[in-house]
Structure formats: C-alpha cells, structure tokens
C-alpha cells in the first residue's frame, strides 16, 4: 500500500514544503486545530542596498521598477563593530524597549524578522503598531524580513522544542544566513548582522554558533552618547537576577488565571468593569459593573492590587462585614509615603505605618456609625484584563533622590510622581538623576510585581523645566493624549490647490454651485467671542409680508472640502475635536480650511449649509427647510459688540434691527425650553488675560454673560434639534446624535443630604424640570453666589452627554437630560467638531444633496466613531481646564490676595474651598490651618467640622470663607500649585 | 447490503463449501488457518487537518479510512442550574459533587458525545445496513465506559467526538472488521488540545498543537499505550468450526455469525474487582485482559440462499416414484427443507444460533493470548504517534 502521507523521497518539490499546526480558540468557544501549508521560496530579498543579487528578484511595481532596497549601503558603526552593522532584535528586545528603538539618535537599519513581528502582534498590540510604523517611516530603515517562508531560514520544529527555543532558533538561523549572504556578495567588509536580545540562553547559544549577539544593555553602551539611552531600558530585565529572590515576598495577591475570571465574569460572580481612583484618596478606587447601580468601593492597597486608574480589572465582591463607607478623609500618595526609600524593597512592612492609620480612622468611623445603611459594598481586584498604562507625565521626586546619586553617574532608583494624581509614583532607574531633577519628563510603567510595591517603569523623554510654558503645554497635551504633532504632508494634499486664494465660483454652472442656494443677498451676520478665527455660524433673520419671521441658521460647509475616506478626513476623525489651551489652539482641520476657507468671515463670500425656518412672532416654528447654499456676511460681531449695538436705540439699520429680532425671538425660545424642564447648570468659569506681547498671564477675569450669547446658543440648538430630526428620520439606525443621560437618582443622594441638613432644602430629582425647580429654590439671600454654588455641585452628579448612533439605543434613550430634548445632535460646529461633520454629510444625503458615502452609513464605523470623539471631547474638555488651571496658577505668582470662597465638601481632616473669583478649588488641610496641627472633631452627621488646640475654627459646609490665595512651589514635588490659607470664616 | 451482497454460488458450490469449512481442520478457500486474519497493512496520520485519522488496507483489496474530528461542546445538566461553579464548592464540595451528580451526567447525557456516521461506496447514508454497522460500532465504544470518561474536560464541558468512517473501496467483504480495526487506529492515534484552564472554568487551551496530548495517553517511558479502544471482531460458525474473519463466501455458509466487541481491561478492570475477570482464564498466563464490551448476531447470508436438491428428490433423475399429494406439489422446497440433511446437498441454516455454539464462539475471542490478542498485538505494531 503506498502512503498516501506526503513524503520526502516521492516528492521532488517537498524540500519547498513546510507546515505549521496549531490550536485556534475562536471567541464562540470553538477550538480547531489549524493546519497551515508553508511554501519556500529563495525570491525574498534581503533588501540590503550592498547585494546585487536580491535586486533580481526584488518585487517590482506596475511599471516594473524594483521596490528600493531599504538596509543602507553604508550603516552605521559602533565601538565594536567599526565596520557597519545591522540590528536583527527578537522579540523581547522590542517588548520590552520599544522606545529605544524610536530614537533619532541611533538604532537605523533594523531587520525586522517575521516571526519576531508575528510574536510581537499576539502579545501586545501597541507595541506591534507601534514597530509598524516604524517599519513605514523611511528614514530609519526598518524592514521586515519574510524569514518564515525564505527556505534558507524556515527552521522546522524539532521534536520536543518548545515554541520559544524554537523561534529563538528561527531568529540565530536568520542573523547566521544573513551574514553568510552579505559576506559573499561584496569584497569589502561587509556589516555585521548583529543579535539584539536580552535572553541570557539565546545569547549564549549564538556565542556558540558565532553569532554577533548583544544584550540591549550592552549594545548601548557601544553606542556614542549610550549613557543616556540607558535609562529606557527597562527595569525588568534585571529580573532574571532578581526573580531567585526569596519566593514568600509577594506583597501583593496573585492575580486569577485569565480563564478562571472569564468563567466568573460569566457566571455573575466576578464583575468587570473599568478602575477609577478617587482624586481625593488614592487607595481607594471605585469601579462601575453592569450587575449594580452604585459603583463597587475597592479600599486598600492590597484590595486594589495594583490597578491602575484606567485598567480594565475584574473584581469579586467582599462579605458583608467588610463593606464600607467612602472614605471622609483626604489621602495623598506624595504626603504619607513621601520618606520612602525607591531602593530598598519594603517587604516587611507593605502596608506602611502611616497608611494604616489613616486606615484606623476609617474603621474607627464605621464603628462609631449607629446606622448600618451607609455602608457600601467593597470588592477587591483579582485580575486585570486589560492594562491602560500610556506615557505619563511627571517628575522626580527630590525627596527620594540621595545625595550621591546627584553627583556620580550610577544607576539611581527615584521615584517620579506623576502629574495625574490618580496614578501612583512610579519606581525609575535612571544615571541622570542629576539632569532630570526639576524637569518636566515623560516615563512609562514597565510592569507592577507582585514583590514590589510600587510599579516600576522607564524614562522615556525629558520635555524641559518645570513651569516653562513649553514643557508644561506639552505635558499638558500628552496628559490628555491630545494629538498635537503638525499635520503630515498627505493631509496637507487634501487641500485645495488654490490655497488662500480660493474663491466660491463666480459662474453659477459651475459644479460647485449645483443644487446650492444663493442667499448672498441675505443680511447675515455671526457672532462669536473676540478674536474668533474659526467662524462655525452665522445667522439672519428678517419680517415675511404674513407677520411671521423668517430666521436663518448657516454654517460652515465643511464637507465640501473634506471628504469621506481620505487622509484629512481620517486626521479629523481621530483628532475628533480642536482643543483650545489658554494660549494655544489644536486643531482638528488644517489652518487654511479653519480660518480661511471654511470660516464664514464677513464680506466674502463662502458656501455654507443653511437651515431656515418660519416662525410666529412667539418663537413657534411654522416650517423648515435645510439647504446647502453660498451666503456672503455682512459684519462678523463679537458678543459684546453686538450687545452694544443692540443696545444703542440710536442704530436703526436692517442688520441691526434683525439682530434685535433673533434676541427676542430667542428669549422666547429660551423660555420655552426651561419651561419644558431644561436645567441651566453651571461651572465656574474665568477667562486669563494675556499681555499682549509675550502672552504671559496677568489677570484673571470671570466671564461675563451677554444675552447676545444666549442669542446665539439658543439658535444653535434649535438648529441641532431640527437637524437631529430631520437626519434620524433619513437614517433611523445610523443618525449620529448626542444624548444625556438621566443621572441615577443616587448620584445626587449625597447632595440633597448636604442641602436638607444645612439649609433645610429639598432636592427633588423625579424629572429634569423638577431638579431645575428645587435648583431655583436652592437660594440664600444674603448670599447670591450660593446658588451657583449649589448648581456647581448639582452639574458634577450629573452624566457626561455623548455621541452615539441611532441604532445603538431604544427611542427614549435618546434624550438629552440637560436640554429636555426629546433628540438632539451637534450640526453646528464643523470646523472643530467631527460629530458635526458627520451630521453635516448625513443631512446631506438626506435632502439628497450627494449621495451617502459607505463609511457614513456603515454602523459598526460609526459607532467606533461616537466611541473615539467621545473620549476626545472629554480630554479636549479636560485639557482645556487644566490649562487654564495653570495660567490661573502662573498669573497669581508672587500675589497674595485675600477672596472669599466657599466650602464645597468637608472631610475629618481638611476641606476644600472653591474661590469663584478665580474659578480654582483647592483643599484645605487641618495641619495648614496652625503651625501645630490643631485637634478637629468632625461631625459627618452635620459636615461640621470644629477645631481645638492651636487655633479654634469651625468650618461648615456651604459657609462661605475668607482665604488667602497665594502661589507655591512645593518643595517636595517641585510642583507649583495655588495654595489657600484660612483668613477667617464669615 | 445484508452482511454482504449477494453471493453467486450454487447450491452445490456451496455445499461443498460449508462440508470443507466443517472438517477438522477446517479448509478456507484463501488457505488461512481458522483463526487467521487476512493480511493487512496500516497506516495513521493521513488527515493533518483531523485531530487523529488512519487508513487500513486488506490484502484482498478493501480499504478504508477514518478521521476524527472533536470539538468543544457545553455539557447540558438536568440539576440545578444555579449550582455554577464557585471558588467554595470549587474547593471543597468537588469530590463529593463529582461523585454523586458528575456520575449522573456521565450516565445521561453522554450517548451524544460520540457521534459516529459510516459510509460504503454504492449505499445511501440511510441505508439499514449503513446504520446498523454504524451502530454497532459505536456501541462498542459506548459501553467502554472509560473511553466517555476521557471526553469529559470538567464538569461543565467535554469533547464532542466526530468519527466519519469511509470505506473506500467497493465492499467486496463485510466491512464490519475493516472498519473497526481502522476506527481502532484512528482513535490511538487521536489527541486533544492540551487544556489550560483548571477545575470548572470555560476550557482555555494551549495553542501549541504539539503539546496537545493523546485521547489514549501513553506511558511517558516505555511509549506503551496503557488503553486501547475497542474493537470488534467478526466470528462465524460452522458445523463444529469457528472461523474468524470470514470473506464474504465463507459468510455464505455460516451457520451462526457474531460480531463481537471487545476492550482492553488492563487497567480499568483491576479497580473493579477480581469478579469481572471471570471470563479469563486465568491460568494462561501470556496475553492481556479482555473484557467483553457487547456482541450482535449478523444475518447471515446463508439464510437466503436456494436449497439444493438431493438426487433422491430430483425428477431430473428419473426418481418420480413419489406419488405426490396435491400440497406437496404446490410446495416442494418446503417439503424438502424439512427433510433430513442429506450429504452433499446445500441445506440453508435455519432457526437460531443455540446457546452453547454462541458461548462457545464468545469464549474463544476472548480466550488469553487468541485472536483479539493477536489482533491487538498487530495493531499495537502500527506507528501511531
């Protein structure tokens, strides 16, 4: 019987023939076993620009020229290989150094092997994508080098060979055949091929069959200037050494077995969810599970298990007996571990002395409780799905620097704090603690042992000082993974050709023009804040003979210059919003469509997409219509060049008297929309003034609101509405719209507490009208600013509005809580908005414009969409606070002024004050208000807290206060921050 | 297909045959001794894409292959469905769950775990022969109870065994030996992802296909396979005689056919008890322990076959002395059936197979060091890994 097996003998071609099997476990549950063919080839090239025989067979293009060789003919040498070489890295090297390998400085011509691409891609993706666009980025020549199917290099698995020894052999194999095939080709020395690894075994193995091989740390030092690089090799390949330490110094529990959570998670018992670190306190967290309303508490540092704000973790519910409150009581890393010594490993002693009696007191708290009900559920981390470590931005912590370390060029262990308060201090070791003191610097987390106490993690880049206006707007942007970096030249392509000089057609055949209304005749006018560039919208408005109005909403036609699917648009999308800093604007659109073409700036003329409504003299609308259009604008107001012109009965001209029309036609509306329950909510707000010249701050001003502004706002969200449904209507399951979710009635179970037993004030939350009407009654006669105080705090239990698609949510899902809309969307902001954008190309199709693009109307994009711009809106948001958190803070420099302030929220041991004059809220810690810390009874019953010893105060909340408000420089943390001192209480 | 196609002998062929089987020693056409298998040659490993496959070749031409497919398939359960898995009862209830509710699992729901489908060249899916054979081969698996217990991954999910048994070759003989054997291969030569997860969790498995272990786990040192998978045996009787793996002609005059099931006892047996060893002789020291897994009586062909006439009875003689009744005329062959068995004349067997022929034929299958051993030992020869 002849085999029907393929054999060797039989087969002349079975030498070309290979295969690779393995076991698949698909998502469903399923598991197969994949069997793969793997044909051989000898066409791959080595793509060395010093080999002319790989030239023939080169994959050739259309035309039938070679793709270019990427290797250099001429690389670059090191102390021990002065010839020239080429880096072949296994995978570990670039799991574990991926930023060495983004250097400018050195690490060009790479050889990227396949097998090593293809390990990377299964055990982390970033990192994968990350090596990818290095391997596209042209100048520092990294190529991947197809090794697996080059017959010279397929090494088969030997029997008994695990997958590792196996690839590590695949990557020898590799480097030797390399260095065989170049030292053929040229008669001059050729480069060396050159192992990157950090495995001690693989490493000797390539001693043993002649192989150049390097350890990352070693191959650095080879390199000029290599003392620098040094630093971003991580921690954690010294662990090798370190691992042979005694096996019973866990400080933290083991994590569960990734099968063993998804079974639980499954199964009700487990819960996943996303980690969110209290700002107040950082060893307690909370962490929101589809299973409950609340949030689930994780207290505890051993309970927390080395989560990390953001990390995706599974968490199991503790008993009874271990649910607890929230904590009363503020905690911060830098103050109770600020003496920690980052070399020694604190294994006896893991949950320090201090943070076990900050502990004490929360027990203590809950023992003294007589009502049992406030407890809350606690649960711990068992697992973590998925880490969300990014760069985080920081600085060393001087404390934790010993004096020799500032001298000498040793290897340092430093603490870095990071700028995000959530993240805990980072373990670095570094040779340049002495350069990195007082400097701004980017770092990432390399791994969290369970024997260390700390993360540990790697110095990236230094931005600069601290407090220069460079370092920290960088800081700032990376903070809030703002994409901040020029627009690339295939963006720039995207552009008309004509550039500023582009003009709307003067012929009306042209093609620009068609289906386009020409409203040039109009009197349109916008209004913005001073100094606007990026003008979105423009409204008129004018009397029809019936003695109804007509009233024209037109904005920018930005989908008339970007179009769907190509580079600018895909810029857009991920940018998803421009981000505006005190000093500083990021755009999501380049300048010229921005602030020239797409801007409807006045006495030009400029497409736009107009909505025109008819409405009664009471603001009831009769009829709209939406039109692309091209409209010239007659003036371009600021708010309060409007107002004034407003005001000024002198002015009688036709523009003049129509803006007057839309204020009291919004005034109207406005009154309707509050009488439909809208809530008029409220954050502090303040504008910094700049010095002209050098943009340094000098003054900080609240914003003063004009009735022009609402004018404006009230006639954008009509437009969003009308838009809303007119889009929802064309497509029911792939409108992009925004809603606001009702908030849970407990979030505000807290608040309407603190309002009963202060002020005796009932909070009621049935409805949105019914929370704006027990809002207008939250008043206090003598104190104005109370309300606002209360709305603040009422706008922070409230849910963030989002993006999402229409086909993701039941109709009554889509209300906006906020607006008391029944559906809302945003239409009106496309130059700085990409959910307006989309909204812009749907209502387009929709009165059949153009027709839908496929990536408009594909849903599963457009959700992936809303997810992006939601996350980017929150971080443009969050980004801009802190931005003007800063200049807020580098305008009081060197200025004491005493302000009143308001007490927002009461611990056992300090409280925060929120000072409207600036906008800034700060806390107030016990041990600050005397130079002896003084003794506080606190009584949560009543948020009182009374103080005694060296100085007697007592502090309620609501009360409003007299503070000192000065800048200072921590000395600890070389950070600079607003500083309050309690001047008396009122 | 009734055991075998028709077969085109005569009366007189086959009765010559049937009187040369029932000597002492008996004479096969083909020359094999009684006991004898036909020639064959194996081989395993044939399908990459099957988690296990093998192909058997017979000396006179038939051939066939087996592949074995498994997946993983959630275990339904009759009790309470809320006693999920918990790290508690994880811990302490397991032993005492898996004995008292995991037994009861394995003896409901596990029929379903194998799934077994035959096909013959030239016969519908359908066809009654088709699923007859398929059946009886899987309830030899079945009734090893050790081979279901291997399909189990925790007390939530098990494997789920797919074996498509294909006959390539025309079925120039009752398959049912063919089949077997190869099913026999194709299972030793099975194996299963290796599993990662522990206790109850949803399975998680090593994607390295070369860790994944055998359905059949060998001995790490010695490479012996400690349990085999059953296989069945086709025996026949005839006249005193007992004939294993009977051609298709020989089948033609079998008094009593058994297709009779059989496993390896080595290990399992030994927990159960000396009692189950009855059937052993327990003196013959040589061979392995065999248990008996299930045993069919086939139809024999011989049943349809056309009587012969005795030269006494022929007309064509010249013998018409007999004054026939009128009923006798309109039934001669019923009258001749119930006459005496005449030398020399083709007499289909009727009635059952007697009590002590089939004990007889069971006995000698399972006898120490017979033919199920040496069958076993010539499969065991097969390179399976």
Not at chain 1, 462 to 471: M, P
Not at chain 1, 505 to 518: H, I, N, T, V, Y
Not at chain 1, 858 to 878: D, F, W
Not at chain 2, 8 to 14: G, I, Q, R, T
Request: charged fraction near 25%; proline fraction near 5%; glycine fraction near 6%.
């Amino acid at each position: 019987m002849a085999s029907l097996k393929r054999s060797v003998d039989s087969d002349p071609l079975a030498a070309n023939i290979s295969n690779k099997i393995y076991v698949r476990s698909t998502k469903s549950g399923k598991v197969q076993k994949i069997v793969r063919e793997v044909y051989l080839r000898q066409d791959i090239p080595c793509s060395s620009k010093l080999c002319q025989r790989c030239l023939v067979c080169a994959p050739k293009d259309a035309s039938g020229k070679p793709t270019p060789f990427v290797l250099s003919d001429s690389p670059a040498g090191t102390k021990v290989f002065p010839q020239g070489h080429y880096l072949v890295p296994d995978t570990n090297a670039f799991l574990t150094a991926m930023d060495l390998f983004e250097q400018d400085s050195a690490f060009y011509d790479v050889i990227v092997l396949q097998i090593v691409l293809e390990e990377l891609r299964n055990r982390s993706l970033p990192l994968y994508n990350r090596l990818v666009s290095l391997t596209k980025s042209e100048d520092k020549r990294f190529y991947v080098f197809f090794n697996e199917f080059r017959l010279e290099t397929h090494v088969p698995r030997l029997e008994g060979e695990t997958v590792n020894d196996r690839n590590d052999r695949a990557v020898r194999k590799a480097v030797a055949w390399y260095g065989e095939h170049l030292a053929r080709i040229k008669e001059k020395d050729a480069p060396a091929i050159v192992m990157l690894s950090n495995d001690r075994d693989n490493l000797k193995k390539a001693k043993q069959e002649g192989i150049n091989a390097c350890s990352l740390a070693d191959y650095v030092r080879q390199l000029k200037d290599g003392e620098k690089l040094l630093d971003m090799i991580p921690e954690t390949q010294d662990q090798d050494q370190i691992k042979e330490k005694r096996p019973g110094d866990n400080l933290y529990p083991e994590y569960f077995t990734m099968s063993k959570m998804m079974t639980g998670v499954k199964n009700n018992l487990l819960h996943q969810g996303i980690f969110n670190v209290s700002p107040y306190n950082y060893l307690e967290g909370s962490i929101r599970v589809p299973a409950f309303p609340k949030a689930l508490l994780v207290l505890g540092r051993e309970n927390i298990n080395r989560a990390v704000d953001g990390d995706l973790v599974v968490v199991e519910v503790l008993p009874k007996d271990q649910w607890k409150e929230p904590s009363i009581q503020v905690i911060e890393e830098d103050a109770i571990t600020k003496n920690e010594n980052p070399d020694a490993e604190e294994s006896d002693d893991f949950v320090s002395e201090k943070e076990r009696k900050a502990l004490q007191e929360e027990v203590k708290r809950t023992h003294s409780k007589t009502t049992e009900g406030h407890a809350q559920p606690t649960a711990k981390v068992v697992g973590v799905i998925k880490r969300n470590w990014r760069q985080y931005v920081g600085h060393i912590d001087q404390s934790s620097v010993s004096q020799s370390a500032q001298q000498g060029r040793k290897q340092d262990s430093v603490f870095v704090i990071p700028m995000d308060k959530k993240i805990p201090k980072i373990r670095l070791r570094t040779r340049q603690v002495s350069e990195l003191l007082g400097k701004r610097i980017l770092v990432t987390i390399d791994a969290w042992d369970r024997s260390s106490r700390h993360p540990s993690g790697h110095f990236v880049r230094s931005l600069g000082e601290l407090e220069t206006k460079a370092a920290e707007t960088e800081a700032l942007l990376l903070e809030y993974d703002v994409q901040y970096r020029p627009f690339p030249k295939t963006v720039l392509d995207c552009l008309p050709k004509e550039g500023h000089d582009w003009k709307v057609p003067q012929s009306m055949e042209d093609p620009g023009w068609k289906d386009r209304q020409d409203l040039r005749d109009l009197l349109i006018c916008s209004i913005d804040p001073i100094g606007c560039q990026d003008i979105d919208d423009a409204l008129h408005s004018r009397p029809l003979p019936n003695g109804n109005f007509e009233v024209g909403v037109h904005i920018a036609d930005v989908s008339h210059f970007v179009k769907p699917g190509n580079a600018m648009d895909a810029e857009a999308s991920i940018r998803g919003t421009t981000v505006y800093l005190v000093d500083k604007r990021i755009d999501m659109l380049p300048m010229l469509l921005g602030t020239d073409l797409c801007s409807l700036k006045p006495y030009v003329e400029r497409y736009a997409f107009s909505v025109v409504w008819e409405m009664t003299p009471d603001a009831d609308v009769v009829g709209s219509r939406f039109t692309k259009s091209v409209i010239k604008s007659r003036e371009a107001f600021s708010y309060e060049q409007a107002q004034l012109r407003v005001d000024d009965s002198s002015q009688q001209d036709d523009l003049t008297k129509s803006i007057r029309t839309l204020l009291a036609l919004s005034k109207k509306l406005k009154q309707k929309r509050l009488d439909a329950g809208a809530l008029s909510l409220s954050s502090p707000e303040v504008k910094v003034q700049m010095e002209s010249e050098t943009s340094d701050p000098i003054d900080v001003k609240t914003k003063v609101h004009l009735d022009t502004m609402s004018l404006v706002e009230e006639f954008m969200l009509l437009a969003n509405t009308s838009v809303a449904r007119r889009i929802y209507e064309a497509f029911p399951q792939t409108a992009i719209l925004r809603r606001h979710g009702a908030p849970p009635k407990t979030n505000f179970d807290e608040l309407a507490n603190q309002l009963k037993v202060k002020r005796g004030l009932d909070l009621s939350v049935e409805s949105s009208r019914a929370l704006a009407d027990s809002l207008d009654r939250c008043v206090d006669e003598k104190e104005p600013f109370f309300n606002t105080l209360v709305r603040i705090m009422a706008t922070r239990c409230m849910m963030s509005a989002e993006y999402f698609c229409s086909g993701t949510q039941a109709y009554p899902e889509f209300r906006h809580y906020g607006l008391a809309s029944e559906i809302y969307t945003h239409f009106t902001s496309p130059i700085r908005r990409y959910a307006d954008l989309m909204a812009h190309r749907q209502l387009a199709a929709a009165i059949e414009y153009e027709a839908i693009h496929p990536s408009t109307r594909s849903r599963g994009k457009l959700e992936a969409v809303c997810k992006n711009i939601n996350v980017r809106h929150r971080n443009a948001q969050l980004a801009g606070r802190a931005s003007i958190a800063y200049y807020v803070g580098q305008a009081l420099r060197g200025k004491a002024t005493e302000e009143d302030g308001f007490v927002m929220k009461i611990f056992s041991n300090g409280f925060v004050v929120l000072v409207p004059r600036f906008g800034i809220e700060s806390l107030i810690r016990l041990r600050d208000l005397a130079e002896v810390e003084p003794q506080a009874e606190f009584d949560a019953e009543n948020y009182v807290l009374q103080t005694s010893g060296s100085r007697e105060v007592k502090v309620e909340l609501f009360q409003k206060v007299r503070v000192r408000v000065t800048d200072q420089k921590d000395e600890t943390t070389g950070k600079r921050g607003v500083k309050m001192e309690l001047v008396r209480t009122c | 297909m009734t055991s075998s196609q028709q077969v085109l002998l005569s009366p007189a062929e086959l009765s010559y045959l049937h009187s040369s089987l029932s000597l002492t020693p008996p004479i096969r056409p083909d020359g094999r001794s009684p006991t004898q298998y036909r020639p064959l040659s194996a081989e395993t490993g044939i399908l990459p894409g099957t988690n296990g496959s093998a192909r058997i070749c017979f000396a006179d031409g038939t051939e066939a292959i087996v592949g074995v497919k498994a997946e993983v398939e959630k275990t339904k359960r009759k009790w309470d469905d809320d006693a999920v898995y918990t790290e508690n009862s994880h811990n302490d209830d397991e032993e005492q769950q898996q004995d008292g509710r995991g037994e009861a699992s394995n003896g409901n729901g596990n029929s379903d775990w194998v799934e077994l489908t035959v096909e013959i060249p030239g016969y519908r899916d359908d066809d009654p022969s088709t699923v007859f054979l398929a059946q009886m081969l899987s309830e030899a698996l079945l009734a090893d109870g050790g081979f279901i217990k291997k399909l189990r991954i925790n007390r939530r999910f098990h494997w789920k065994l797919y074996l498509d048994i294909l006959l390539i070759s025309p079925p120039l003989s009752y398959p049912l030996p063919l089949l077997s054997l190869t099913t026999h291969l194709a299972l030793l030569a099975t194996r299963l992802p290796r599993l990662k997860s522990e206790g109850d969790e949803d399975p998680f498995f090593d994607d390295d296909w070369a860790a994944a272990p055998y359905l059949y786990s060998r001995n790490p040192t010695t490479k012996r396979i400690a349990e085999r998978p059953p296989v069945t045996l086709l025996v026949m009787a005839v006249g005193g005689n007992i004939i294993f793996d009977p051609s298709k002609e020989e089948l033609a005059v079998a008094d009593v056919a058994l297709a009779v099931s059989i496993g390896d006892a080595t290990t399992s047996q030994r927990s159960q008890g000396e009692d189950d060893r009855m059937d052993v002789d327990s003196g013959n020291s040589g061979g392995r322990n065999l248990k008996l897994l299930s045993i069919r009586t086939v139809d024999p062909p011989s049943r349809l076959t056309p009587p012969g006439v005795a030269n006494a009875a022929n007309s064509a003689y010249g013998h018409a002395q007999v004054v026939n009744t009128g009923a006798n005329q309109k039934m001669p062959e019923a009258r001749q059936t119930e006459s005496e068995a005449v030398e020399g004349v083709w007499k289909p067997p009727r009635g059952g197979a007697k009590a002590i022929v089939m004990g007889a034929l069971v006995q000698k299958v399972l006898v120490r060091g017979g033919v199920a051993d040496e069958v076993l030992d010539a499969l065991e020869g097969v390179d399976t890994s």
